[in-house]
């Protein structure tokens, strides 16, 4: 009988820095990949909006129509440009869109990214908030249903999941503002923050745009805790959607786990079931928790337009509502196509850090 050993032709020996070098460029092309999706993902978001737009009928005419005579129209058409082939017009709009030029508004002549710059920073605000919502909400809850999984608090913690999902967002706020604001009255009705301090905020150098970091460079707690207090209603209408959807998701993984080979060898030893969702469930659990992340976010940019309209946030959403009832066609598809960069954008983040926690997401 031949031994082989560690020369032998037969048997080579499989460095280290080969599987590492292996593991590296597979997580390589997965980020090559998937920053490359990006680019058709905004292409179709953008030309739907584009196309969806026109059937209406040009941007001048469903704006300020009404308000000019045939011959000040005609003149307007042909200067915009709107009386070309729409082919054309659609050319010339991805050709802007290339520049980083997302369009000028007919209503109030405004640069689409000067809008971003101003109000971007309270719709990302109100996103962070309902996450965190979702969050606090979806996980602590979702074990809980997977430990008790049918009994009477998992049948509870379901129907809840569901409810929340179900509820428009502008429901949901209307029904919060009625019992914290005018029947309890510990919530202010709407706004991102009390008239005194967002002069306050707006008199400091540099501000960011978004309230609570502006706030915490003060170091008011009186400011701090009146910009908390009106993000609270907001946060809460907005997250309790997504809030729901995790829930779910973690009491289905969780259970799951726990029919795992390894959690069943664990049990044989004496662990606790609750010692076995937290410290060997947990952590699977949360991994699709990630992977679903971008679109949630994605969801809750929006579902930030009813809210921002039902409690008066001045964000994106708000000033989406405000051009969509002025029938500016062009304000609305530069603030969609804005979106939808900063949702491809953030599922693409999502996706590179799924990838780092659970190599199995690789391509």
Do not use: C
């Amino acid at each position: 009988m031949t031994v082989l050993n560690d020369t032998s032709p037969t048997a080579p020996p499989v460095a280290p820095t080969a599987r590492a070098k292996s593991s590296g460029g597979g997580l390589g092309r997965y980020v090559l990949v998937r920053f490359l999706l990006i680019i058709p993902t905004v292409f179709i978001l953008v030309t739907l909006v584009f196309f969806l737009m026109r059937v209406v009928g040009n941007p001048i005419t469903a704006a300020v129509g009404g308000r000019l005579t045939p011959a000040q129209l005609q003149e307007r058409l042909h200067a915009a440009g709107y009386d070309r082939p729409i082919i054309v017009q659609y050319g010339e709009y991805l050709g802007q869109l290339l520049r980083g030029d997302f369009g000028t508004t007919l209503t109030d002549h405004r640069k689409i990214s000067d809008i971003l710059l101003s109000y971007g920073g309270a719709t990302i605000e109100l996103v962070f908030y309902a996450l965190i919502v979702a969050l606090v909400i979806g996980i602590p809850l979702g074990m809980l249903a997977a430990y008790l999984r049918d009994r009477w608090p998992d049948v509870i913690l379901r129907v809840f999941a569901i409810f929340t999902y179900a509820t428009p967002v502008f429901f949901a706020g209307l029904l919060l503002k009625l019992v914290f604001s005018v029947w309890l009255g510990w919530l202010p009705l709407g706004g991102r923050a009390s008239t005194r301090v967002e002069l306050a905020l707006g008199g400091i150098p540099n501000p960011t745009g978004i309230y609570l970091i502006d706030a915490l460079r003060t170091g008011n707690s009186t400011i701090i805790i009146d910009v908390l207090s009106h993000a609270v209603m907001p946060a809460l209408a907005l997250g309790l959607i997504t809030g729901g959807i995790f829930l779910r998701l973690v009491r289905t993984n969780v259970i799951g786990t726990l029919g795992a080979d390894y959690v069943d060898a664990a049990r044989s030893r004496g662990v606790s079931e609750l010692r076995l969702v937290r410290k060997h469930a947990l952590k699977p659990a949360l991994i699709p928790i990630i992977t679903v992340m971008g679109l949630q976010i994605a969801m809750l940019l929006g579902g930030s337009v009813l809210t921002e309209t039902t409690f008066g946030w001045r964000g994106l959403g708000f000033e989406l509502q405000q051009y969509l009832s002025a029938r500016d066609f062009v304000a609305v598809q530069g603030i969609v196509a804005l979106l939808a960069v900063i949702v491809a954008v953030t599922n693409f983040i999502v996706d590179i850090i799924a990838a780092f926690i659970d190599p199995r997401v690789r391509y």
